[in-house]
């Protein structure tokens, strides 16, 4: 570990320092950084270690010369990266909340309005979809979690639509080649989003992509597929 940690200072001392001339800067103040590392209990079960506080990095910031130490945050600490909320915890019920949030907002908006119907179709795809939806590559939100994100737009939408409320779920989100109304069903895109980013990380050379295959060669050996 302290091996990693020196590794780390060394590559984020000249990634400032590039920031810096050219034109960019880095808010030290607002670093930090996360240690994950894994231990195993007395059965043998991996677990991930526990934070220490003693874990930190020292940066100049070439403003003013002045050294400002960053600290690393617990592994269970959730933080947030372009518009999605990262952490290795099983639920992450922060990132349902902030979307619960987009998709109340969304909802309220949706019933207060007074708009065609063809509006209220491309308002569920092009706003509602795309707000939602957004960090669902990257998330592992469970199908209940993801049903009440979409349980109270679903009946507004319908009924701007001229549909009964009550429509059943295999119409409302079948293909309209098979008579369904063809919308786009959460539980199912967060799916296609998952494997369309392994797909992806899998056909770009680079950190990602090795630990992506070690994962999948030891899923396959384990399972006995290799």
Known sequence: IEDVIKRTQHDAQPWNDILKSTGGTLNLLKCFFQVITTTFSRNGA??????????????????????QRVKAISAYTPYKSLGTIQGICTKQDDQFEVQLAKATRLYRALACSNVSETCVFIHWNACFVASVAFPLGVCHLSNTQLHNLQKKYIPVVLNKMGFPRTYAQAIVFGPTTHGGIGSIDLRIE??????????????????????????????????GLS
């Open 190 to 223: 967060q799916g296609i989003m998952i494997v369309t980013e392994i797909m992806r990380t899998l056909r770009t050379p680079g950190h990602g992509q090795d630990l992506l295959r070690i994962f999948l060669r030891t899923f396959q050996h384990t399972s």
């Open 46 to 67: 991996p677990v991930i270690a526990a934070h220490d506080k003693s874990w930190y990095i020292d940066i100049v910031d070439r403003t003013d010369n002045s050294t």
